[in-house]
């Protein structure tokens, strides 16, 4: 694992997709090794601050012939890869902006691709090789008018021992446009510094001819309020592929590439190959995660089906049971029926000869049970009526005396009885 690697998989921690996250820049800052990850916080119009993921630094692009270094700093959202990336052009500080319709004054990228950006189509190499071909048609910076001409050198040679190029201040240098509209500045060597400070403010809206594209689930509007500052000093871009072979009389510098047609579609197809390698890779993990939800949702919906099928037979025994209880309290209902209309027809009922014991000692607890509950009954009212004043406390003492003494013996020929008849003992309330 590279050095970006661990840093990006450190500065992920607060994305929601993380890995595919990681495995996007990881490829991107292989194919663009000038490109390199930096956590900063991001303003939005409305004042919201978030920390966010960058990749700052340099793309080649090719521009009438020559390729250059543009500075770019691409954003990427929390919820990347699937909602598209914040571009920006970020000029040195001896370089403009130069607005068209793919950049507005403030360096803000708008591109159809921005706009339709779907993920797996749609990645950060994608993007960057648009940017390279959009760049080269139209260049997104200039120099400054007060900047100096300088020669322009091969990387690793000094001004003094460059490749045959023109000296400093003579008629021969290269051309430096000083108005918005022409090429940018060929570089020299990169300084050991990264860009310089910048607390650029942008605007709420732009004239450019692409509506800016959509940023879901961030606050403000499309346009970032306020630019990261960022320190230190980075020169011009410099070309990266082209050698100089001479200079005329006049100064004029020709450049000639040193890679071949069978070397540019070899380049292709292999490009091409690792795209639809890592798309079938990406089709195919994402298949088989879908495959696993589905795995897992069928696993669930058989276990419930064999609970409802648990419930079912459960409902269906609790069922049977019911009816059997309900055909049962038919029969003792009609039970019922016919022993109230047999009790109808008969003659009134003695109750003394209602219940006939089987037994003698059986009718002698009967009747020991009737006195004791009617000796209890007596004493009650025999209450009652003194509360009321009824009878007087010499009276009621006197006959509860004497009730009490019957209940007690009522009670000990009760205990005695079932002792003899071998019934179990009651205790006395």
Not at 5 to 17: E, M, P, V, W
Not at 128 to 151: K, T
Not at 391 to 415: G, N, P, T
Request: glycine letters at 6%; a neutral charge; aromatic letters at 8%.
């Amino acid at each position: 694992m590279s050095q970006h690697d661990t840093y990006i998989r450190q500065h992920l921690t607060k994305y929601q997709y993380r890995d595919m996250t990681s495995r996007d820049c990881s490829n991107l800052l292989t194919v663009y090794r000038d490109l390199r990850p930096k956590q900063d916080a991001y303003v939005f119009n409305d004042g919201t601050r978030k920390e966010l993921l960058s990749l700052e630094g340099t793309i080649p692009v090719t521009y009438k012939g020559a390729t250059y270094n543009i500075p770019v700093c691409i954003w990427l959202m929390d919820t990347h890869p699937y909602n598209a990336p914040l571009v920006f052009v970020k000029p040195t500080s001896d370089m403009l902006v130069k607005p068209s319709k793919h950049v507005d004054a403030n360096g803000r990228v708008y591109l159809p691709y921005l706009n339709e950006w779907r993920y797996p189509s749609s990645d950060l190499i994608g993007l960057v090789q648009i940017l390279c071909v959009i760049f080269g048609e139209n260049s997104p910076v200039y120099a400054r008018q007060n900047a100096p001409p300088r020669p322009s050198y091969l990387p690793g040679q000094s001004p003094s021992t460059g490749g045959g190029g023109p000296a400093v201040g003579s008629s021969g240098a290269l051309p430096y446009p000083t108005t918005g509209g022409y090429m940018p500045t060929p570089g020299y060597p990169a300084s050991t510094q990264a860009y310089p400070s910048s607390t650029t403010s942008y605007p709420s809206s732009s004239g450019t001819g692409y509506p800016p594209y959509p940023t879901q689930g961030y606050p403000g509007s499309q346009y970032p309020a306020h630019y990261p500052a960022q320190s230190g000093t980075q020169a011009y871009p410099y070309p990266t592929t082209a050698a100089h072979t001479g200079t005329s009389g006049h100064g004029v510098v020709t450049h000639q590439s040193s890679i071949s047609d069978e070397q540019i579609k070899a380049s292709l197809i292999t490009a091409v190959e690792d795209k639809l390698k890592r798309r079938m890779k990406e089709t195919f993990e994402q298949a088989q995660a879908e495959m696993d939800v589905l795995n897992s949702t069928q696993e669930k919906l058989k276990k419930g089906q064999r609970t409802l099928e648990d419930m079912i037979q459960q409902l269906e025994k609790e069922q049977n049971d019911v009816q059997q209880n309900i055909k049962l309290l038919k029969d003792k209902d009609e039970e019922i029926k016919k022993v109230l209309e047999k009790m109808e027809n008969q003659e009134d009922v003695n109750i003394d000869e209602a219940v006939i014991p089987t037994a003698p000692l059986y009718k002698q607890l009967l009747n020991l049970f009737a006195e004791e509950n009617a000796i209890e009954d007596t004493i009650y009212y025999l209450g009652e009526a003194l509360r009321k004043d009824v009878i007087a406390i010499d009276e009621f003492l006197k006959h509860v005396r004497d009730l009490s003494r019957r209940q007690f013996i009522c009670r000990a020929l009760m205990q005695k009885a079932r002792q003899k008849a071998g019934l179990s003992e009651v205790g006395v309330h």
